[in-house]
């Protein structure tokens, strides 16, 4: 007798080799960049897609110049575009000088052309706002979709709060990209979601049972935000408190949409 198997509730990997083009897939590759950390997990993955006229570049993470040197050797120095899932420095500091390098456009994040003018066949982009505001999603077709940092199997994603990122915003990109019915996420750090619907699920659920945790420690007496912290996040290691500290802001921003929290004086109460 089998018992079915449980779909994995975390996607994670021994160290892959850095600055390898790794073939997840017919026609992409991965490589992934010296850049291992707390955020990055074993660093960032650039992922290049195979098109009619050359590669299309999507993240090329840190300014390395020997990540730069293995992404132009993957490519056999043939990068038809460059794109940048979102504005922050693993994923795109990187993305001018390759720019430059490669001659070839660069779209998306702070420094690209608006990526909705984007035009490609076989590629489309998905906003998903959330973590940041500018966050999108690339469809290369055939059920696959890089899901950037908006989705990632190896740790939940840091939502931040208002202007960067917004908790609802994150909340509905998540059930959008779970009606998809991708069939594989390829996200910007660790190895391939291959159940997206589950994950995103559990994502999900995740998430809403940590924004009813803080509500619930909400008290009718404004509390400051360095106390809910250390009520909702025990024993957390220093590298990993201005991430908390933006989760949970973002989550207070959440509750105050909903009605249910007031930010008063230097601190938030239950409404
Ligand atoms: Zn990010």
């Excluded at 090329?60 to 990068?79: F, M, R, S, T, Y």
């Excluded at 940092?149 to 998540?174: C, E, F, K, N, Q």
């Excluded at 979601?193 to 994502?203: N, Q, V």
């Excluded at 250390?230 to 105050?256: D, F, H, K």
Aim: charge should be negative; charged fraction near 20%; hydrophobic fraction near 35%.
């Amino acid at each position: 007798m089998s018992t079915p198997s449980m779909p994995p509730s975390r996607y994670l990997e021994a160290t892959p080799e850095y600055g390898q083009p790794l073939t997840e897939a017919p026609g992409l590759v991965r490589v992934v960049a010296r850049n291992p950390g707390p955020m990055t997990y074993h660093g960032t993955n650039t992922w290049l897609i195979e098109a009619e006229h050359g590669w299309i570049v999507v993240d090329p993470g840190p300014e390395d110049p020997h990540h730069q040197q293995a992404v132009l050797d993957a490519c056999a120095g043939k990068i038809h575009t460059i794109l940048v899932t979102h504005s922050h420095h693993d994923h795109e500091a990187g993305a001018q000088s390759l720019a430059r390098l490669a001659e070839a456009p660069l779209y998306g994040g702070s420094h690209g052309q608006n990526p909705d003018t984007l035009i490609l066949p076989g590629i489309s982009l998905v906003r998903t706002p959330g973590h940041t505001m500018d966050h999108v999603c690339v469809d290369a077709g055939d059920g696959r979709l890089l899901s950037g940092d908006h989705i990632m199997g190896w740790s939940t994603s840091v939502i931040l709060r208002a202007p960067h990122g917004s908790m609802s915003a994150y909340l509905a990109s998540l059930k959008e990209t779970r009606a998809r019915n991708d069939r594989t996420l390829f996200s910007a750090h660790g190895p391939p979601i291959t159940e997206p619907e589950s994950f995103i699920s559990g994502l999900l659920k995740s998430r809403l049972n940590k924004i009813a945790q803080t509500l619930s420690a909400l008290t009718p007496a404004p509390q400051p935000e360095n106390q809910l912290l250390a009520t909702l996040y025990r024993n957390l290691p220093q590298n990993l408190s201005r991430a908390a500290a933006e989760m949970l802001g973002s989550m207070l921003e959440e509750l105050e949409a909903r009605g249910e929290a007031i930010h008063e004086g230097a601190g938030w109460r239950r409404k």
